[in-house]
C-alpha cells in the first residue's frame, strides 16, 4: 500500500469519532506500529484534527467531511492558485485556513513524475505581485506546455527594463516569489526570472527543441546568476 493510501485508509477508520490504539490500526493495514505513529505526526502536520498520544490511542475532532474527489490538474492548479491568492488576506482567519488546506491537499497529493515540459510547483503563499504574477501565468504555463519561445521585458531589481528572447522551461516558487527558469537566447546562457517582476510576455512563433547545453537538467543554480 502507498504511503498516500494509507494514510486516506487511516482517516477512514477514525472517522467514527472513538478512540483506536496505533498497534490495533498497524495490525489491520500491515505495518509497523512506528510506521502508525509516523503518519499520525504527519496528519496533525498536514491540519487533520487528530487528537491522541502513543501508547494511548488517536481519535479525530468533529469536522466538515467530504467526498472524495477526482481533480483535473488543471482544477488542481487552480485550486492551489485560489489558495494563494485567499493566503494574501488581510484577515488571519483566512490565511490560516488557505496554509491549512494547503498542507491537506498536499499530503493525499498521489507520487507522480512530471514531465518537464509539464513541471512547476503549486503555489501555496502569495506572489509579491499577485495581480502581476496571475495575468502571465496563463502565457508561461502555455509556453512551457509547447515548448513555444517567448519575447520578455523585464523590470531588474534596479527597475531598469530589458528585452530579452527565451526558452521557458521551469515554474518554481521561493518563500513569496514565482521563478521561471529559462535558457537565455540574448545572453546565451541560463537565467532565472521573477514572475511578477515580468512587464510583459509573448508567445513566439517558433518553437525549440532540447538541446544540450540549454535543457533544464543542464542547468547549474550555483555557476549561474538571474
Known amino acids: 500500500m502507498r504511503r498516500t493510501d494509507r494514510l486516506f485508509e487511516i482517516i477512514?477508520?477514525?472517522r467514527d469519532g472513538k478512540l483506536h490504539r496505533a498497534q490495533d490500526i498497524a495490525e489491520r493495514l500491515e505495518v509497523s506500529t512506528r510506521t502508525i505513529y509516523r503518519d499520525m505526526d504527519t496528519?496533525?502536520?498536514?491540519?487533520?484534527?487528530?487528537?491522541?498520544?502513543?501508547?494511548?490511542?488517536?481519535?479525530?475532532?468533529?469536522?466538515?467531511?467530504?467526498?472524495?474527489?477526482?481533480?483535473?490538474?488543471?482544477?488542481?492548479?487552480?485550486?492551489?492558485?485560489?489558495?494563494?491568492?485567499?493566503a494574501e488576506a488581510a484577515d488571519p482567519d483566512l490565511k490560516a485556513a488557505a496554509l491549512s488546506l494547503a498542507a491537506k491537499?498536499?499530503?493525499?497529493?498521489?507520487?507522480?513524475?512530471?514531465?518537464?515540459?509539464?513541471?512547476?510547483k503549486?503555489?501555496?503563499?502569495?506572489?509579491?505581485?499577485?495581480?502581476?504574477a496571475l495575468a502571465h501565468m496563463p502565457t508561461l504555463r502555455a509556453a512551457i506546455k509547447a515548448r513555444q519561445k517567448l519575447q520578455l521585458t523585464y523590470r531588474r531589481i534596479d527597475g531598469?527594463?530589458?528585452?530579452?528572447?527565451?526558452?521557458?522551461?521551469?515554474m518554481e516558487y521561493w518563500g513569496r516569489v514565482w521563478t521561471l527558469t529559462a535558457w537565455c537566447e540574448t545572453r546565451g546562457d541560463f537565467r532565472v526570472f521573477r514572475v511578477d517582476?515580468?512587464?510583459?510576455t509573448s508567445a513566439l512563433p517558433e518553437l525549440f527543441v532540447d538541446e544540450p547545453g540549454k535543457r533544464l537538467q543542464d542547468y547549474d543554480p550555483y555557476g549561474n546568476s538571474g
Open 160 to 170: 531598469t527594463l530589458t528585452e530579452r528572447k527565451i526558452r521557458p522551461l521551469h
Open 43 to 86: 496528519l496533525v502536520a498536514s491540519g487533520v484534527p487528530v487528537e491522541g498520544e502513543r501508547g494511548v490511542g488517536y481519535m479525530v475532532r468533529e469536522q466538515i467531511s467530504l467526498p472524495p474527489l477526482t481533480l483535473t490538474p488543471e482544477e488542481l492548479e487552480a485550486l492551489n492558485l485560489g489558495m494563494a491568492i485567499v
Open 197 to 200: 517582476l515580468i512587464e510583459d
Open 105 to 120: 491537499v498536499d499530503a493525499v497529493l498521489p507520487e507522480q513524475t512530471i514531465a518537464e515540459a509539464d513541471a512547476w
Open 122 to 132: 503549486f503555489a501555496v503563499y502569495p506572489f509579491s505581485d499577485a495581480a502581476r
Open 12 to 14: 477512514q477508520i477514525l
